[in-house]
């Protein structure tokens, strides 16, 4: 049996981001097969950085509710898995690693989403991770709600 060609997507929605944005694009690049940055039109280097480095930019307002955004980069990905990160945070080697072997092997599908990770300093190889189901898969999706700005 071949092993299944699973794709990663990375999805950030960034604003004025200019002094995170490459150390977290470069955190990933091993893993990811596609990087989706959604950015609030910055008025610094963000965009052209993200795009250097082989993301793929779309250009938005920045809304108050910036949420709207992140939902806008998860929307236009096309991976099986889904990563989204915000540019301050970077993915350890340790952390990039077990994604790999998770996605390797495929047992769950799904979509990684840190859990808080605001509260908790540090690499995200500390942090909780929230599965849920990917789209393909026969299971409904969990709905997360967004409250109003």
């Known amino acids: 049996m071949e092993p299944k060609n699973i794709k990663l997507s990375v999805a950030l929605a960034v ?6 944005i490459a150390d977290c694009l470069e955190s990933i690049k091993g893993i990811a097969s596609e990087i989706i940055v959604v950015d609030g039109e910055s008025s610094d280097r963000t965009a052209q ?3 250097h480095l082989g993301a793929t930019v779309i250009s938005t307002p920045n809304l108050s509710n910036f949420h ?12 099986d898995w889904i990563l989204q990160l915000d540019a301050d945070e970077r993915v350890s080697s340790m952390l990039a690693k077990e994604i790999k072997k998770i996605i390797e092997t495929d047992l769950s599908g799904g979509r990684l989403l840190p859990q808080t990770p605001q509260l908790l300093p540090g690499p995200l190889d500390e942090q909780r991770w929230d599965v849920s189901r990917p789209r393909n898969s026969p299971f409904p999706q969990r709905q997360s709600q967004v409250a109003p700005s």
Do not use: F, L, V, W
Not at 15 to 20: D, K, Q, W
Not at 68 to 79: E, L, P
């Open 68 to 79: 709207i955004n992140k939902q806008k980069a998860i929307d236009a990905c096309t991976g």
């Open 49 to 51: 950085i993200a795009k």
């Open 15 to 20: 604003y004025n981001e200019e002094s995170n």
